[in-house]
């Protein structure tokens, strides 16, 4: 049985939660392998691995397949679906819709929502069918065009309370937990003091229940990675090494070698 609600609910205040994203089936099985509790199929997919300039062009049919390769690749992590730009916000049943489908269809354990005063509603309304719903307040990048960025959210009173509202009214709403990006560590802090669902901070400091990053910022696959961000690798370099070799030992003739060819003995000329 894969990493429930119920573990990292119990998990929270004794030990750090740990969740990263993955897009395929061959880094989800390295980060469930690894131990990571949660896998995030972000919707940053599409800067990570699908060439686009932001989140916003991330389709359904896209986090569906995404999802369901990296839930066909982890046994014990809990997969969330990262509902991507449009796909809920619209219209409750065609959310709902999209929702399911990555239950049912791509098989994750629970979707994430970039959350505001429009997503209350729906997370109750989601929870209630039996979808489990991860609540994200803080940099929402789904709305960067609004915000003129991707900047630091929460940083005067005003905005860190309603902040602070919007997570007391998801957390009673029923969603299991809450990402926080790019805020104050303070903010953090106080937020993740006052709900009881775990908090899982990015870019908001070490106070968080837990942390999440992007997978392609820890491996060092990213040409530009945000400061509250850290590799802890250079697959990147490792990658190159292995193509420049590659092209090398065809170029020299040194692959395929005789290990890697088969003679038939029995065909003699068939020309
Ligand atoms: O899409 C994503 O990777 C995310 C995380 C940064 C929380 O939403």
């Known amino acids: 049985m894969a990493t429930t609600v119920q573990d990292l609910a119990e998990k929270a205040g004794d030990e750090r939660i740990t969740m990263l994203t993955a897009y395929d089936a061959p880094t989800a099985e390295i980060v469930d392998e690894a131990g990571v509790d949660v896998i995030l199929v972000g919707d940053s997919m599409g800067n990570a ?7 916003l062009p991330v389709t359904v049919e896209e ?3 995404r999802t369901a390769a990296v839930a066909r690749a982890t046994d014990e992590a809990m997969v969330v679906a990262d509902m991507p730009f449009l796909s809920y916000g619209v219209d409750e049943s065609e959310a709902i819709e999209n929702c399911g489908r990555m239950l049912k269809e791509a098989e994750a354990n629970a979707v994430k929502l970039e959350s505001g005063p429009h997503t209350v509603e729906l997370t109750e309304r989601l929870v209630e069918l039996g979808i489990p719903v991860m609540a994200h307040l803080g940099l929402t990048p789904q709305r960067f065009n609004q915000l003129g960025g991707y900047f630091r959210q929460g940083t005067d009173e005003e ?8 997570a007391k009214a998801h957390e009673e709403a029923g969603a299991f937990s809450l990402v926080l990006e790019h805020v104050p560590s303070n903010v ?8 009881d669902i775990p908090t899982i901070g990015i870019g908001a400091g070490p106070d968080t229940d837990g942390q999440v990053l992007v997978l392609n910022d820890v491996f060092g696959l990213s040409d530009r990675s945000p400061y509250f961000s850290d590799q802890f690798g250079d697959v990147k370099a490792e990658m190159e090494r292995a193509v420049e070799g590659y092209r090398e030992a065809v170029e020299s003739g040194e692959f395929p070698a005789s290990e890697h060819s088969y003679e038939e003995a029995e065909i003699d000329e068939i020309y």
Do not use: R
């Open 49 to 55: 691995v699908l060439g686009y300039d932001s989140t």
């Open 63 to 65: 986090t569906q397949s």
């Open 159 to 166: 905005s860190a309370s309603e902040m602070l509202e919007l």
């Open 188 to 195: 953090a802090a106080q937020i993740t003091d006052a709900i």
